[in-house]
């Protein structure tokens, strides 16, 4: 049965960045069939599938290129400190304490934060074991995402939270070969190596070579996100974080790096010309007070530059509006109050992330043939603009997840009216509290 949507108007995003009013778009099933004047459609077709909106603005769902499902349950629990401490003391300890029951809530409360701030599509990075649970609560939470789980044979902040390489290989291959491209190519894998410190160079190097036997899959890795852990790569491989994945062959196109704050001019031209994609982080990086990306110099190199919220422990919350209000304001004192305006924002956390996924095809904007990931806001509220001069910046400045209305993907609602279809709120929050509890009683025991 074909659905039709009439907006008060469509952000497209597309090439020529086209606001539409007075429009209608059609879905059938999981796709972007037809966008027309209102008066095109013949209203009867669709009976009882006609969702009208006269006040909420359609645009496309988020895409962040860069999160932690599995850390969700930590927000808290980790804060002001810097990187290395950080991973030492709290949030490695607490990934070895998951059991796949409170892997799952974690999950669960990730997902749900998520989408009803209006994420359609995330780039996941799990933790050692259990990565069938999450891609068990992408499956039935409709998420569109590329995960997998996190990759770790060598670990001298935490020695015990740590895998042989052969494991690592072989699990994350079976997992691949379970996951990837399944829910009709809504969920695919992307094989994780946590960071330089944490893998051994035959990790890192035939990752990459499981990586081309999953055609649509993602590489994706931290780096150069600390001084600190940037040093130490010196130090392992006497040179910097990204030359030495150039050296090791792992850049290019299908490669994510979360963060890219302290890298040199030669680095620069190798995540150029390779097409590696950087996925920038703000809250994250200004909260463990790693650094500011120099995005500005980014985007003029043309070098794919996407947003993620990171883990909720780093952030403390996993909004695609904070991220890019963020991005925008923290270049502005550097650079001009011209830099980072808000049409550009408002790209990177929509086409921009798909391209950083090779999901261009499929989703980032609102055009016809592309899959129905869609977020209805309403920006008729006391903390919107009165009249809507610019409508970027009144999402990009103003707007937040409670402005979020309604939500769909795939082709189907995951919010409607600012509530989950997917999840009880209070009963994840209420299972969350007691496998949290018991999760500090195990990292208290490891
Ligand atoms: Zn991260």
């Known amino acids: 049965m074909k659905k039709l949507i009439i907006p008060k108007n469509i952000i497209t995003v597309n090439e020529q960045n086209t606001i539409l009013t007075n429009h209608a778009i059609e879905i059938e099933h999981n796709l ?208 910097e974080n990204i030359e030495y994945f150039s050296h090791i062959d792992i850049l290019g196109d299908h490669t994510v790096l979360a963060h890219g704050i302290h890298v040199n001019e030669k680095e620069i031209g190798l995540l150029k010309s390779s097409q590696t994609r950087i996925s920038h982080c703000p809250s994250s990086n200004l909260k463990l007070g790693s650094g500011i990306a120099d995005i500005p110099r980014y985007l003029k190199e043309n070098i794919s530059v996407s947003l993620g919220a990171d883990g909720a422990p780093c952030n403390n919350n996993l909004s695609q509006f904070t991220e890019m209000r963020l991005a925008s304001l923290i270049q502005k004192p550097r650079y001009s109050p011209t830099e980072m305006d808000a049409l550009t924002v408002f790209r990177l956390a929509t086409i921009e992330g798909a391209k950083a996924l090779n999901l261009q095809n499929e989703i980032g904007s609102v055009e016809v043939g592309k899959k129905a990931d869609l977020v209805l806001l309403d920006l008729e509220k006391p903390n919107q603009t009165l009249i809507e001069e610019n409508i970027y910046s009144t999402i990009i400045y103003s707007a937040n997840s409670e402005n979020v209305s309604e939500v769909m993907i795939d082709g189907e609602w995951v919010v409607i009216k600012g509530e989950s279809v997917i999840y009880d709120e209070n009963e994840i929050y209420k299972k969350g509290k007691t496998e949290l509890t018991e999760l500090l009683n195990r990292a208290k025991l490891n």
């Open 32 to 239: 972007i069939t037809k966008i027309g004047e209102v008066s095109e459609f013949n209203l009867a077709n669709y009976k009882d599938n006609i969702f009208n909106f006269p006040n909420l603005t359609l645009i496309p769902g988020f895409v962040q290129t860069h999160v932690h499902l599995c850390q969700t349950m930590f927000r808290g629990l980790a804060e002001d400190m810097e990187l290395l401490d950080w991973l030492q003391k709290k949030i490695f300890p607490f990934e070895n304490s998951h059991n796949k029951a409170s892997l799952k809530l974690s999950a669960q409360l990730g997902i749900h934060e998520l989408q009803k701030g209006g994420t359609t599509t995330i780039l996941d990075m799990g933790t050692i074991r259990f990565e069938e649970e999450i891609f068990d609560e992408l499956n039935k939470s409709k998420m569109r995402a590329i995960a997998g789980k996190c990759m770790m044979d060598i670990n001298d902040l935490y020695p015990s939270f740590i895998e042989s390489t052969e494991d690592s290989l072989k699990v994350s291959y079976e997992l691949a070969k379970e996951f990837h491209n399944t829910a009709e190519g809504r969920i695919k894998y992307g094989f994780a190596p946590r960071f330089v410190l944490s893998c051994t160079e035959q990790l890192l190097k035939e990752t990459k070579e499981l990586m081309m036997d999953f055609p649509g899959s993602m590489y994706h890795t931290h780096s150069s996100e600390n001084e600190s852990e940037v040093e130490v790569v010196r130090q392992m491989h006497n040179m």
